[in-house]
């Protein structure tokens, strides 16, 4: 009988290897490599929900995770995504207009348009970062390729919950539970990896 597996030994036979795609030979130069740490575990019960915690001691500097993003057109977001439980995992994201090629009325609003927002779903582990107003987890936007890029902002301990800034006290829409003002240098670590020099 034969075997309904993929991996089966029926199924292997039917692989010919001239027949790949390039895509799975060598990754082609636009591929986005997609960093994932394996010294991460998720905790599903902490008070802030489910975070994620390192397994063993991570260097300053380390890739973490890069997220592919969804970016939402703003008409679902005010009308959609705004009003639902998603609302507390999408990231700011900017709108990206192309540039005027006139200088007419339309065109000015067009620019205008440019420096607008909306938001975008992160996929993958970095919609399960918490927040902490001491961020050890340093975020950047990569506009061109629709991803977030995680990195480790110092050294980690064994243990210690992996945690990003979403922003001043004044940004959250939920009670920060390990708020501590004297630490509270938020909003300077979103987007900070060029700054880092990570
Ligand atoms: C992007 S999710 C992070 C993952 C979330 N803990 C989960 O279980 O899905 C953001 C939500 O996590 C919770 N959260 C994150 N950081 C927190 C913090 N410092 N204090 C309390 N709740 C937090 C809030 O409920 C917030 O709306």
Redesign the pocket.
């Known amino acids: 009988m034969p075997s309904a597996s993929p991996s089966g030994p029926e199924a292997s036979t039917d692989v010919n290897p001239e027949a790949q795609t390039p895509y799975q030979k060598v990754p082609p130069k636009r591929a986005i490599p997609l960093e994932r740490c394996q010294y991460l575990y998720l905790l599903?019960d902490?008070?802030?929900?489910?975070?994620v915690f390192a397994s063993q001691p991570l260097k300053r500097g380390t890739h973490l995770e890069t997220s592919p993003v969804l970016i939402l057109p703003p008409s679902e977001v005010t009308t959609h995504t705004s009003k639902t439980l998603l609302n507390?995992?999408t990231y700011n994201w900017p709108l990206q207009v192309s540039p005027p090629t006139t200088t007419s009325p339309d065109a000015v609003m067009s620019r205008v348009a440019g420096s607008q927002v909306t938001q975008a779903i992160i996929f993958g582990l970095g919609?399960?970062?918490?927040?902490?107003?001491n961020p050890n987890v340093v975020w950047t936007r990569d506009l061109e390729r629709e991803c977030v890029v995680y990195k480790t902002l110092r050294d980690i301990a064994e243990g210690e919950e992996l945690?990003i800034s979403?922003g001043g006290p004044g940004r959250?829409?939920?009670?920060?539970?390990?708020?501590d003002p004297r630490e509270a240098e938020a909003e300077s670590w979103e987007d900070g990896l060029g700054k880092l020099g990570l």
């Open positions: 599903p902490t008070p802030k929900g489910r975070g507390h995992y919609s399960l970062f918490n927040h902490s107003s945690c979403y959250l829409t939920f009670v920060d539970v390990d708020y």
